[in-house]
């Protein structure tokens, strides 16, 4: 199936629309030639980023590359956080919809995606990830933001990738958002959708922070048992800026998170935080990267996980401290509630230092709730399943209560709640 799919996108990639400008249609030859020479990652031997997904069930399918499509905003609004006060712009398939976005006209400039030959690509490498390289070969639609200083920061921008679920469709989204100096901004950048059939959403975000800007960033990933979803965030932070990301992950057959953030000045800050919940035989995969590159920088990595049935779940945090960066203080820590017997997470926190002075710690832990904690709610007359539900609910909530925006929070409490098991702790 593998060759089949291969050959299947050659093509398609021969039967693109070709009247892109000659820059773009460059960077797509590259990258489908870079996927051709390095297939994809489904050898565990050699792809130690990806050593404990498998990606067989993805590519073993004959994906086709997804088109344009209409959807009712009224089953938009169904699956993601929507709010008629924010700018919500809204992509179907990979493709934008003009008609049911609302697109901001001051403090910020949004353009197509052939409209930007020096933002495209500046922060992705695909030259050893087929997935990425893949994105950048067949990407469909995306969008080139420029957040200003005078952009109203009690607007939050709301970028919504719908998958309409089509049998057997793939799609590549692309953003680039580039934070001004002295700009701030929120940002929700979710992805929803998915039926009863197979189909692949593959994107990449990128960001990039000038000098004393802030972005407070959040990245939903809630879509059906049958969807695979592979995202890749590259985020490049300079001088007294401040990069806030909180995730939440729910749903999908496969989901991955491919995160590096590059502290490339000084007095920055990253903090990075995450929630993802699996259940049945779901898997999800966070790997998240955080490169110190300058001193006098600091970030915090904290991600949490909850597991049942049969799913798995991966978790790969590392922190390099180059010898330039001395100076900097960082903490990592990855915390897991296992649920079932068959659940299964990977763990693998690390710590690459290079520097002499610095505060750098990081741990995991994978478990069950203690039996003293349940006996202290039963203690107080809360039947057995109720106190479950809130011994988890508290443990998910501790990322949640991060949450700023009252809309997404709500959104966010409701589908978390309606995706926590029936579990009953027993002793």
């Keep these: ?14 039967s693109q629309n070709q009247s892109e400008q000659e820059w773009l249609r460059s960077l797509k030859l590259e990258a ?28 073993n399918n004959v994906f086709l590359l997804s088109k344009p499509k209409d959807i009712n905003i009224d089953e ?12 919500n712009i809204v992509f179907v398939d990979g493709f934008i919809n003009k008609n049911i976005s609302n697109i901001p006209d001051s403090g910020i400039s949004v353009s197509s995606l052939g409209l930007s030959e020096n933002s495209i690509g500046e922060l992705i490498d695909f030259s050893d990830d087929g ?16 957040i200003e200083d005078s952009f109203d920061t009690s607007k ?34 979710s992805y929803v959708g998915g039926s009863n059939q197979n189909s692949l959403t593959n994107s990449v975000t990128e960001m990039e922070l000038k000098s004393s800007a802030k972005i407070t960033h959040y990245r939903l990933m809630s879509e059906s048992n049958n969807t695979y979803n592979v995202g890749y965030g590259r985020v490049r932070l300079s001088d007294d800026t401040e990069f806030y990301s909180s995730s939440f992950f729910r749903g999908a057959n496969i989901g991955r998170y491919d995160l590096n953030v590059l502290v490339d000045g000084e007095r920055s800050h990253c903090d990075l935080k995450g929630l993802y919940v699996t259940s049945d035989e779901q898997h999800m995969d966070n790997f998240i990267n955080i490169d110190h590159a300058k001193p006098n920088s600091s970030s915090n990595l904290f991600y949490k996980g909850i597991l049942s049935g ?32 068959q659940a299964e997470v990977d763990s693998k926190p690390a710590l690459f230092i290079y520097a002499d002075d610095v505060q750098c710690a990081h741990g995991a832990t994978a478990g069950n709730i203690d039996e003293d904690s349940v ?19 508290g443990f998910a909530d501790e990322i949640i209560s991060f949450v700023e925006e009252t ?17 009953k702790f027993e002793f």
Excluded: C
């Excluded at 199936?1 to 021969?14: G, N, T």
């Excluded at 390095?38 to 990806?50: H, L, T, Y």
């Excluded at 938009?76 to 700018?87: G, L, N, T, V």
């Excluded at 202290?376 to 609910?393: C, N, Q, T, V």
């Design 375 to 393: 006996f202290y709610m039963r203690s107080r007359g809360i039947d057995l399943e109720a106190a479950s539900k809130l011994l988890i609910y």
């Design 131 to 146: 997935f990425a390289a893949l994105n950048s070969a067949f990407l469909s639609d995306g969008l080139i933001v420029s």
């Design 407 to 423: 809309e997404l929070k709500n959104f966010i409490e409701q589908k978390f709640l309606e995706s926590l098991p029936s579990y």
């Design 310 to 341: 049969k799913s798995k779940a991966v978790f790969g945090g590392t922190v390099l401290v180059r010898k330039e960066a001395q100076k900097t203080f960082s903490v990592q820590s990855d915390k897991n509630l296992i649920l079932s017997d």
């Design 156 to 189: 939050v921008l709301n970028i919504i990738f719908y998958n309409s679920g089509t049998e057997l469709e793939f799609n590549n989204p692309r953003l680039h958002i580039t934070a001004e100096e002295n700009s701030s901004s929120v940002i929700i950048e």
């Design 76 to 87: 938009i609004k169904k699956q993601a956080p929507w709010s008629d006060d924010w700018y």
């Design 1 to 14: 199936m593998l060759k089949e799919y291969l050959s299947s996108l050659d093509e398609q990639f021969v």
């Design 32 to 59: 489908f030639n870079t996927l051709r020479e390095i297939g994809f990652p489904v050898s565990r031997k050699g792809n130690e980023k990806w050593k404990y997904t498998s990606v067989s069930p993805i590519v």
